[in-house]
């Protein structure tokens, strides 16, 4: 199956590490995080991807001249200034009837299998993939006089869940396309409609969104501790 990853916006929330790159290039071990997401698709038999480009495309393109060979490797260009949606909806010409779709910056340890089965079971225009949300603060317990009874380090909040990405979608859902943002416009619009599934996943996912991610993600590698590889480890 085809992987489309959208790739193509300005990084904001990674600023200043994204003046000069675009996000999904940003290095995990000597690496780019982008080729990292692609190798955790390859290693699971995926190997045909649409990469959604758009700031600084040029470096994603010079990228992957001569790399990589066993991939199948397509370059869109959507629009620098291009919405998520629209820049989804601009690979739709390269496109099968079924296919992955996830962020370029967001890395995870999901079974991919067991995501396309789910949908395939449910039979919605699109699944995605949602993980129970970490809290990024510590969480103080008091008691009715505020003496503090314990200290919760970054929590998981399994009460609350948030896409992370990793999307199985049809073709034809870009016939119900309502406008240019995939989680403003697109999703809610699915939902009313009763199109849009969730696979729980209860597993790894992070997001580079800082320096302090890179560095963290970097610490995995470094330590043998890359929740993203373990799928490919357990195959």
């Known amino acids: 199956m085809q992987v489309v990853i959208l790739c193509g916006g300005k990084g904001r929330r990674a600023h200043p590490l994204t003046q000069d790159i675009p996000k999904p290039?940003?290095?995990i071990g000597g690496s780019?995080?982008?080729v990292h997401l692609m190798q955790l698709f390859a290693d699971q038999g995926h190997r045909e991807f649409v990469l959604s480009v758009g700031y600084r495309q040029e470096i994603i393109r010079d990228y992957f001249q001569g790399r990589h060979p066993d991939w199948c490797v397509d370059i869109?260009?959507?629009?620098?200034?291009a919405d998520t949606g629209?820049?989804?909806r601009g690979c739709r010409p390269l496109l099968g009837e079924t296919f992955f779709a996830t962020y370029g910056d967001g890395l995870a340890d999901v079974p991919l299998d067991a995501l396309?089965?789910?949908h395939m079971a449910h039979g919605g225009l699109m699944t995605l993939t949602?993980?129970?949300l970490t809290c990024q603060y510590g969480i103080v317990e008091a008691d009715a006089k505020g003496r503090v009874a314990s200290f919760h380090e970054k929590p998981v909040l399994r009460e609350y869940w948030i896409n992370a990405g990793f999307m199985v979608m049809e073709r034809r859902l870009f016939d119900h396309w309502p406008g240019p943002n995939l989680e403003r416009d697109v999703l809610p619009s699915l939902a009313r409609r009763e199109q849009v599934y969730t696979f729980r996943h209860d597993g790894f996912f992070k997001a580079l969104d800082s320096l302090k991610d890179q560095?963290?993600?970097?610490e995995m590698l470094r330590s043998n501790r890359a929740p993203w590889r373990?799928?490919?480890a357990a195959r």
Do not use: C
């Open 32 to 34: 780019p995080i982008l």
């Open 25 to 27: 290039m940003l290095p």
């Open 76 to 81: 869109i260009d959507t629009g620098a200034d």
């Open 130 to 132: 949602s993980v129970p």
């Open 215 to 218: 560095q963290e993600l970097d």
């Open 230 to 232: 373990s799928v490919r």
């Open 116 to 118: 396309l089965a789910f």
């Open 86 to 88: 629209e820049r989804l």
